[in-house]
């Protein structure tokens, strides 16, 4: 679904942000995707919304080579992805329903079948008895969820998390993972940028660790802990 073959990022300041990454991920995985701020998470996740392009190497995603996608094509292609923010990136001056259906109505969908997926997705999240609220009126958990719905009402085959838990407590960022569990076990593949160490320890999930835009070798999360700092590759770093 996902494979990074040799990939390079150079920007024009001449700082490498990424440097000769390879991995894949399966259709229906979940993994996370974790390191030291700097080590190049959001380029990584820029790379696959198509916000920026590599300087050197191959992404395929949905058996697509993303180098043959021009501009035109780039809107077509990002429905395939459904994007969870930290910062939920909502309309408070519209309420839930409007919210979750935005994109829909970009893409053209009518009202009325617009109005079937929104309330399907609200349903999924636990949130169908809300969509006629503001944003402002709900829970920061809540207004996570309304973020969660909008990313996966066109029923994208790949959703991308950047901290979708960094503002939460413990038990709103377990309920949070719940849910893209459950979008992992239909079959769509979850990737999660995230630092919280405690949050990947919780969970049994692969872990694709970068250090200065390289990809280190997968870790056991558990190991980690009982390392030293200068040991363990998800300990922070300056830059």
């Not at 701020?37 to 993303?66: F, W, Y």
């Not at 429905?79 to 909502?90: A, E």
């Not at 839930?96 to 009202?111: H, Q, T, W």
Request: one cysteine or more.
């Amino acid at each position: 679904m996902i494979a990074f073959q040799q990939v390079c990022k150079r920007y024009a300041n001449g700082k490498d942000a990424l440097q000769q990454v390879t991995f894949q991920l399966e259709t229906g995985e979940l993994a996370f995707l974790t390191g030291h701020s700097g080590a190049g998470k959001s380029t990584l996740l820029k790379l696959l919304t198509l916000i920026e392009r590599p300087s050197q190497g191959q992404i395929m995603v949905d058996n697509q080579n993303l180098s043959a996608i021009t501009r035109p094509g780039v809107p077509y292609y990002r429905r395939k992805i459904g994007m969870v923010f930290q910062n939920h990136q909502l309309l408070f001056d519209r309420t839930v329903f409007d919210n979750v259906a935005l994109p829909l109505l970009i893409s053209g969908y009518s009202r009325k079948d617009a109005g079937r997926r929104v309330r399907a997705a609200l349903d999924k999240v636990g949130l169908l008895s809300k969509e006629n609220l503001l944003p402002i009126m709900l829970s920061g958990g809540e207004q996570q969820r309304v973020g969660i719905a909008r990313a996966v009402v066109n029923k994208p085959p790949i959703l991308l998390a950047d901290e979708p838990t960094g503002n939460l407590d413990p038990a709103l960022s377990a309920e949070i993972m719940d849910l893209f569990q459950q979008f992992s076990q239909v079959g769509v593949t979850v990737l999660v940028a995230t630092h919280d160490l405690s949050l990947i320890n919780r969970y049994d999930h692969r872990s694709l660790v970068l250090k200065e835009g390289a990809l280190m070798e997968e870790v056991d999360p558990d190991d980690t802990l009982q390392k030293p700092a200068d040991e363990n590759p998800y300990a922070s770093e300056v830059g």
